[in-house]
T-cell receptor, first 115, second 115 residues
Framework: AQSVTQLGSHVSVSEGALVLLRCNYS??????LFWYVQYPNQGLQLLLK??????LVKGINGFEAEFKKSETSFHLTKPSAHMSDAAEYFC?????????????FGKGTTLSVSS | EAGVAQSPRYKIIEKRQSVAFWCNPI?????LYWYQQILGQGPKLLIQ????????DSQLPKDRFSAERLKGVDSTLKIQPAKLEDSAVYLC?????????????FGPGTRLTVT
């Protein structure tokens, strides 16, 4: 069965510092991986996705993630944090099977950015 | 294009009462999902529709939850009777196709509080 583990429920950085949010997955078949962001009282917005093309994926708002099969990881990074990056971030995995294509989410990581 | 619409945005009910949520997906999206997001956790799939047919409802508590998508467009999710543990945000998402690589677009959610 597929699963996602996000290491660290809360990450705090200073404005301008590197952002690193960790995600490890478990899947018996090649996965599709996603990072979503959720701002307070809003739905989830896609940041980026890995669908078996390039292993380094660039997304919106300066975020990127690298798929590492050997480490079963898909960590999210941003070189320089901005105050507006403060939000909840979710890593998710999905595969195509007979039951459908639902996303399996991690528990989320809250990113705080201080000035 | 218009996003996924959900209503109501907030609902407070007492336990054992019934409640219904409505979702209108992005025009032309054949696949519709309902997720439950309990505070501090990632969203969890309740049910997936492909047009007006159910693809996956394995995690839907069928003794109290029901959902329909009669004309293959908008959808309703009902809880009857509600329990305290049903307090959560209910997210609706839609996707153009039932493929794992396709992005799911999320609505703003309905926050349910059961007292």
């Amino acid at each position: 069965a597929q699963s996602v583990t996000q290491l660290g429920s809360h990450v705090s950085v200073s404005e301008g510092a590197l952002v690193l949010l960790r995600c490890n997955y478990s899947s018996s078949v090649p996965p599709y991986l996603f990072w979503y962001v959720q701002y307070p009282n809003q739905g989830l917005q896609l940041l980026l996705k890995y669908t078996s093309a390039a292993t380094l994926v660039k997304g919106i708002n300066g975020f990127e993630a690298e798929f590492k099969k050997s480490e079963t990881s898909f960590h999210l990074t941003k070189p320089s944090a901005h105050m507006s990056d403060a939000a909840e971030y979710f890593c998710a995995v999905t595969i195509r099977n007979q039951a459908g294509t639902a996303l399996i989410f991690g528990k989320g990581t809250t990113l705080s950015v201080s000035s | 294009e218009a996003g996924v619409a959900q209503s109501p945005r907030y609902k407070i009910i007492e336990k054992r009462q019934s409640v219904a949520f409505w979702c209108n997906p992005i025009s032309g999206h054949a696949t519709l999902y309902w997720y439950q997001q309990i505070l501090g956790q990632g969203p969890k799939l309740l049910i997936q529709f492909q047009n007006n047919g159910v693809v996956d409802d394995s995690q839907l508590p069928k003794d109290r939850f029901s959902a329909e998508r009669l004309k293959g467009v908008d959808s309703t999710l009902k809880i009857q009777p509600a329990k305290l543990e049903d307090s959560a945000v209910y997210l609706c998402a839609s996707s153009h196709r039932d493929r794992a690589s396709y992005e799911q677009y999320f609505g703003p959610g309905t926050r349910l509080t059961v007292t």
